[in-house]
């Protein structure tokens, strides 16, 4: 049987759509590139925002009108549990329990309808999957779940509580793939900043990631996401200690008013956000910090926005990805609170921040004018040149070829634009 999985949603999902596909492999089916060709057609599935679950039941309708079989994990499948049964897919398969998808496809063979929620993920042999997207970038998820709990959001609600893998596993994942040619590493979390906080080893995010610099051939990694008040200085101290951490920290900021923060349930204030910025830059002073925020949240007034735009001055971000509120259902913002700003306008102030951040990142990138950095080869573009990126997550084209692909090299940066930065390859560092 041919099997297809077609990703939506966060590096998260990524990660789990590679587990997913070694276990269909190791289980004896073939995973093939496109739908068309599939037998079944596996949807991973976001359910942050209305839209994101609006695109998977388009993809259903889709799928359906072709006749092929549909399998759903992901984010929706917890959202929506049997009810995506209604939708004529044939299997559901939860966050926890996605390694029991090859059982899934075998059994929907008999058109039984089968849904799995349970949680199996310590059944997953984390260090043999070998199906990953890069060849070089490896994702891991290290902590899944999330305590948080901020009013407007559903991950709590589809990834579970918070879960640290032991770091002696995770430890063992890096060196496995390490060996077979990976230098570069997303380690990935919700709150990735509570690593360890559920175990009692005193394991952090600041020992594993000092842990993962010292393993051989590890060249850069890297960590997502941040959550404020759970941040640790340690973090900056270790990149200090180790090159090979990333000066990127993408710490998701929400809102620049403390009334909206406190009714989006983030615990922490305007300032302690600023202060804990200007303690980062104190650390490491060329690092590069990015953010979330959201407009039009239930009750955000002209004020309130007035405070995120000024705050998003004051950071000045490296990278800002801006949302609509989309009520959730199941969130407490979505019981309580009524969606009460108008669509134009949450239109009106994300264009408004979107078009502020874009003169930020010009004015940013101007420093890197004629500037040689170390880059990393990821992929080609579809405009035929090829990009990767700095340390500080800088994403830089230049003409390149495919050998290069995984490779250190030296760019110096001749145009720079608000997105990203082009220039020419003076030096290839490893081969
Ligand atoms: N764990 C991360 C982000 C998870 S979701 C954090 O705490 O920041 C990714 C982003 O989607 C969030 O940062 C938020 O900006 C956005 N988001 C989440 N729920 C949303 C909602 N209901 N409406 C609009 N944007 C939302
Ligand atoms: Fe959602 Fe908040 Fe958890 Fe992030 S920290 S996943 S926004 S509940
Ligand atoms: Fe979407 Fe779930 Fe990730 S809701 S953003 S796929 S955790």
């Given at each position: 049987m041919k099997v297809h999985v077609f990703t939506y949603g966060c590096q998260m999902n990524e990660n789990d759509t590679e587990i997913a596909k070694q276990l269909l492999a190791n289980a004896g089916f073939e995973i093939v590139p496109s739908e068309d060709e599939a037998d079944i057609v596996i949807l991973n599935t976001c359910a942050v925002r209305k839209k994101s679950e609006e695109k998977v039941y388009s993809h259903i309708g889709k799928l359906r009108k072709k006749h092929k079989k549909i399998g759903i994990m992901g984010c929706v499948a917890e959202k929506e549990k049997e009810n995506?049964?209604?939708?004529?897919?044939?299997f559901v398969v939860g966050t926890r329990a996605l390694n029991r998808i090859p059982e899934a496809v075998r059994n929907s063979k008999n058109g039984n309808k089968l849904i799995f929620l349970e949680d199996t993920l310590n059944e997953v042999e984390y260090q043999n999957i070998e199906t990953r997207s890069s060849k070089h970038h490896a994702w891991i998820t290290v902590i899944y779940g999330?305590?948080?709990?901020?009013?407007?959001?559903i991950v709590p609600y589809t990834r579970g509580r918070e879960k640290s893998r032991p770091i002696n596993e995770v430890l063992t994942e890096v060196e496995a793939l390490a060996d077979r040619g990976y230098k570069e590493f997303t380690f990935l979390g919700q709150n990735v900043d509570a690593y360890g906080k559920d175990s009692e080893d005193g394991t952090s995010l600041a020992k594993l990631l000092s842990e993962a610099s010292r393993v051989e051939n590890v060249k850069r990694l890297w960590f997502l996401t941040s959550y404020p008040s759970d941040f640790s200085l340690e973090i900056p101290q270790v990149m200090n200690q180790s090159e090979k951490i990333a000066r990127s920290i993408h710490l998701p900021v929400q809102h620049g008013s403390n009334r909206i923060l406190k009714a989006m349930n983030r615990r922490y204030s305007r300032e302690e956000y600023i202060e804990l910025i200007n303690n980062i830059r104190s650390i490491v002073p060329d690092v590069s910090i990015s953010s979330d925020i959201i407009v039009g949240f239930p009750g955000e007034t002209d004020e309130d926005f007035e405070e995120t735009v000024a705050l998003v001055e004051k950071m000045q971000f490296e990278r800002l990805n801006l949302a609509i509120y989309s009520p959730r259902e199941g969130t407490v913002a979505w019981k309580y609170?009524?969606?009460?700003?108008l669509h134009e306008e949450k239109v009106r102030r994300m264009s408004f921040l979107l078009n502020l951040q874009k003169r930020i990142n010009r004015e940013l990138n101007e420093s890197y004018q004629g500037r040689e950095v170390e880059v990393i080869v990821e992929s080609s573009a579809k405009n035929g040149l090829f990009y990767g990126r700095d340390v500080r997550n800088k994403i830089i084209s230049f003409n390149g070829s495919e050998e290069l692909i995984g490779k250190s090299v030296l760019v110096r940066i001749e145009k720079i634009s608000a997105g990203p930065l082009f220039g020419v390859i003076t030096k290839t560092l490893d081969i």
């Open positions: 995506l049964f209604k939708r004529g897919v044939s999330c305590n948080r709990f901020c009013t407007y959001c609170l009524k969606d009460d700003v």
